[in-house]
């Protein structure tokens, strides 16, 4: 029998992992977590340095039967190491068809689709090289490992999988570099975006992470934000408030005694 709380599972890289950590503030999994608290269990499989294709590798050690537990949503958040240069010494770059056709195995991966669950994928953030430049420099680079227009190419691949799978993506690029004043309708491929060492550093993409590319409180509060958005909009039914708790209050006698029925029944 599977256990009583359904996943809301997170599966992603640094992060993914650093998004219960409350050292800085705001969080986006303990955010959801303390949304969906009593309704859903939220999982956070958040790997730092991880690119796509180790994802792939890991998957089916980290997913467990649905016979164990049922997971009901899916948040997919790769890219940001994918979209390394090719020749950095990070080595976590991954070209960018193996990149969507990764993403495409863990959407349409068996362990997965015994799920059925409800799936987000999340489209990586820019890349700040204002503040990024001096963590590679720390390291022993001699030049930067991530740009902006490499990161904007990742997550525009990424929209391109949700589309092609109907799977609903929040695009954390494009909800970073809205805060920006950046114009996609005026852009132009030769032109500097926001975040590249070309031009002058954006106030607001130093307000969102914190080193170039690790979200600061307020760019988890967007991507919270963003989320339960796209949630409301296709399952609105899922949203929290709409949800029953998994174990009755603990003063609703009816509640209690649909509940002791229940169990009665599944013996």
């Given at each position: 029998m599977p256990a009583p709380y359904e996943q809301f599972f997170l599966f992603g890289d640094s992060i993914t992992q650093d998004s219960f950590d409350q050292e800085r503030g705001f969080g986006f999994s303990a955010a959801l977590q303390a949304a969906y608290i009593r309704r859903l269990d939220v999982v956070n499989r958040g790997f730092s340095g991880y690119n796509s294709r180790q994802a792939l590798q890991v998957l089916p050690t980290i997913v467990p039967p649905p016979d164990q537990v049922r997971i009901r949503f899916l948040a997919i958040l790769f890219g940001a190491n994918d979209s390394?240069?090719?020749?950095?010494?990070?080595?976590?770059?991954?070209?960018?068809?193996?990149?969507?056709?990764?993403?495409?195995?863990?959407?349409?991966h068996p362990q997965?689709?015994?799920?059925?669950?409800?799936?987000?994928?999340?489209?990586?953030p820019?890349?700040?090289?204002?503040?990024?430049?001096?963590?590679?420099?720390?390291?022993?680079?001699?030049?930067?490992?991530?740009v902006a227009s490499a990161t904007k190419?990742?997550?525009?691949?990424?929209?391109?999988?949700?589309?092609?799978?109907?799977v609903p993506v929040v695009n954390m690029w494009k909800a970073f570099m809205a805060k920006t004043g950046f114009k996609m309708d005026t852009w132009e491929v030769d032109d500097p975006i926001p975040g590249s060492l070309g031009i002058p550093q954006n106030d607001a993409l130093r307000e969102l992470m914190y080193d170039g590319l690790h979200f600061t409180p307020a760019g988890y509060d967007i991507l919270y934000q963003e989320v339960m958005k796209l949630i409301a909009e296709k399952w609105p039914d899922q949203m929290p408030q709409k949800l029953p708790m998994v174990l009755p209050p603990w003063n609703d006698q009816e509640a209690w005694k649909a509940w002791e029925s229940a169990q009665a029944s599944s013996k």
């Open positions: 390394s240069l090719k020749d950095a010494p990070n080595k976590q770059h991954i070209p960018l068809d193996e990149f969507t056709a990764n993403l495409e195995k863990i959407i349409t997965i689709q015994a799920h059925n669950p409800r799936i987000v994928l999340i489209a990586p820019p890349i700040n090289e204002h503040l990024w430049w001096p963590r590679d420099q720390s390291n022993g680079y001699a030049s930067v490992s991530r190419e990742y997550a525009d691949a990424v929209v391109e999988v949700g589309a092609r799978l109907d």
